[in-house]
Structures are given as structure tokens and as C-alpha cells.
């Protein structure tokens, strides 16, 4: 299946050379780290409760959208011309902030809308989102920057936010909606329209006001648009079923690591009692499939809850 993705390219300047040292161990599971010689850098990341989503030593998109912010980490030296230790630091810094802009198209430039159409079309048909994600990567906010002296090295964290009036995602929810070829093919699978899930609804012995799917047997990564489609290719979960204020301004549910850290989200979101899935299977690598069990069930129970409107779903990760 081939996959529609965000495509984004950036030409980044810098007078003098960018050098970068081994990139630092990867931590357990896919987490970015930095170099413990960064205790600013480490301590501010604790301090704010969030994680690396990538840097040159590789990417964690679980962290972009469990913390609803994008973080990347670049490294940075100074030139061999540059001699005087104030110039050395102020370069070095200057590099690794570049490096982390760099890092930071790369990722984007791969950014997954949702599943089913043609990657190598994303640059030529969606002109305006690449330079919406161009003019995102140049205004990435510096949060912290620092230099050691005994590795002559320097790192610098850029943040972008998901959510909000001014988020990446926000913005692209925006501007997908408004855009009728994009919004088409939300409610297509590979190239053609999926059909909308159609049950009649069966009584359930409880009243759900929001849903869980258990995806952590799953091949399966958080995007812009998350779909849910039954074993026949039916629709049963898109963006047609939600509203487009709650689409632009939360997106299409709420990713975590658990089933319990999935109900304590939900709770923020009113949800009281969720009905609580397995997926049976992953649609390419953004979209999921159910039994057809618990297709009724979840029609079923939307039917009475209509939790599907306000987003309230979450996915749980690997």
C-alpha cells in the first residue's frame, strides 16, 4: 500500500562547516537521548516533562503526539578557523541549531497524513502544505542552548508545537479540510472510496462514551489521520466522523503507551466509561483494523455515545 505523506524540502545555509560528533546511545524502546554532558539541556526536559522526538540519532514519533509537541536535537563544532574561544562557542551553537532544523525537514518531509495515496505526488499536488511546513521549520522555536568546552561541542533543541491556534498539526488539519482533493482521499483506500461501515446497531450491556484500541501487537505509528476499517475495508473511524472544530483543534484521538494511561486521557476529554479494544490487524502502517465482532460493538455502542464526533479515541502504542 502506498501512503500519502507530507512532503517538505528546506535548503539550510550556514556560513562555515557543520560538524557533529557520534550521536549519543539510543535509550530503550526508541527514545532520542541526549549526551549526559548536557545536564541544561537533560534538566530542562525533565523539568517540562517532555521528550526528544528525534535528532540525528534517530526519531520517536510516540513522543510528538503523546506530548502533543514536536522536539529535535541537533549537535554542532566550530570550524577549524575558528580560533577564540567565545567564536568557537557561538559557531558551535550556531551549527547545532542548523543541524537541528535539518533534522527536523527530514522528519517532516516524511510525515504521514494518512495511508493510501501516492508519496511521490505529495510535493507536486500539495504545493501549499510543503510551504506551510517550510515556513514551520525556519520558525521552530530554540528552547535551550548549550556548549561544553571540555568536548568543544554544542546542542541546541528546537520545539514545534502539535495543537493550538498556531500548531503544525492545527494547520494542516486546516488546511487538509479545506482542500478538496486531500479531504477525498481521507475516505479512500488505495485509490478508490472505502465504503462507510454499515450495522444494524445491537444492544450492549453497558453505555461507552469514548473508545480504546489496544494496537500494541500492532505495526503501527500515530498520524495526522488515524483510520479504524473493518476486515472488508469499510470505514468505520475517519475524519468525515468528526468535527472539524474538534479536528483542528485536538486531533483524531489521544496516543498512549497503556490501556490505563488511555482511560486517564479520555478522562480529561469527559469520557467515563470506554469500551476497550484489540486490533486485529494494521492497515499499512497508520491505519487499523477490527474484528467484525467488535466493528458492531463499536458501531454499536457510537450509536448511543457518539464519541466519535468529539474524538474521543485513543490508540494505544507500542
Given amino acids: 500500500m502506498k501512503k500519502l505523506a507530507i512532503a517538505a524540502s528546506l535548503l539550510i545555509g550556514l556560513t562555515g562547516a557543520v560538524y557533529a560528533e557520534d550521536p549519543p546511545a539510543a535509550a530503550p524502546e526508541g527514545a532520542v537521548q541526549l549526551d549526559e554532558t548536557f545536564q541544561k539541556a537533560n ?10 522526538t528525534g535528532g540525528p540519532s534517530g526519531r520517536d514519533d510516540n513522543a510528538a503526539f503523546s506530548q502533543e509537541v514536536i522536539l529535535f536535537y ?3 563544532l566550530a570550524g577549524p578557523n575558528h580560533i577564540q574561544p567565545s ?3 557561538l559557531m558551535a551553537k550556531r551549527a547545532a541549531v542548523v543541524t537541528a532544523q535539518r533534522s527536523l525537514a527530514e522528519y517532516l518531509n516524511g510525515f504521514a497524513i ?3 495515496t501516492l508519496v511521490k505526488d505529495g510535493v507536486a499536488q500539495y504545493d501549499v502544505i510543503r510551504s506551510s511546513v517550510a515556513g514551520y521549520v525556519k520558525g521552530a522555536q530554540v528552547v535551550v542552548q548549550e556548549y561544553s568546552k571540555d568536548k568543544d561541542m554544542a546542542v541546541a533543541i528546537i520545539k514545534l508545537g502539535m495543537h493550538g491556534p498556531k500548531g503544525f498539526a492545527s494547520t494542516m488539519y486546516d488546511k487538509m479540510m479545506k482542500d478538496p482533493q486531500i479531504k477525498k482521499s481521507l475516505t479512500e483506500l488505495d485509490g478508490k472510496p472505502a465504503p462507510p461501515y454499515k450495522h444494524k446497531p445491537e444492544s450492549l450491556s453497558e453505555k461507552y462514551d469514548g473508545l480504546i484500541i489496544d494496537a500494541s501487537a500492532q505495526s503501527f505509528r500515530p498520524a495526522l489521520i488515524n ?3 473493518t476486515p472488508k475495508g469499510e470505514l468505520l473511524y475517519d475524519p468525515s466522523k468528526i468535527s472539524q472544530k474538534v479536528l483542528v483543534e485536538q486531533g483524531c484521538g489521544e496516543y498512549t503507551n497503556s490501556v490505563d494511561k488511555a482511560k486517564a486521557a ?7 466509561n470506554a469500551l476497550v479494544v484489540t486490533a486485529a490487524g494494521a492497515v499499512g502502517s497508520s491505519d487499523l483494523q477490527v474484528s467484525d465482532d467488535d ?3 463499536i458501531f454499536s455502542a457510537n450509536q448511543k455515545g457518539n464519541f466519535m464526533s468529539s474524538a474521543k479515541v485513543a490508540f494505544v502504542l507500542k
Avoid: H, M, P, Y
Avoid at 534538566?43 to 526528544?52: E, H
Fill in 87 to 89: 567564536q568557537r562557542e
Fill in 114 to 116: 494518512v495511508g493510501d
Fill in 295 to 297: 466493528a458492531v460493538k
Fill in 266 to 272: 479520555l478522562e480529561k476529554r469527559g469520557v467515563n
Fill in 43 to 52: 534538566t530542562w526536559l525533565s523539568q517540562q516533562n517532555l521528550s526528544l
Fill in 74 to 76: 541537533g549537535e554542532g
Fill in 227 to 229: 483510520r479504524i476499517f
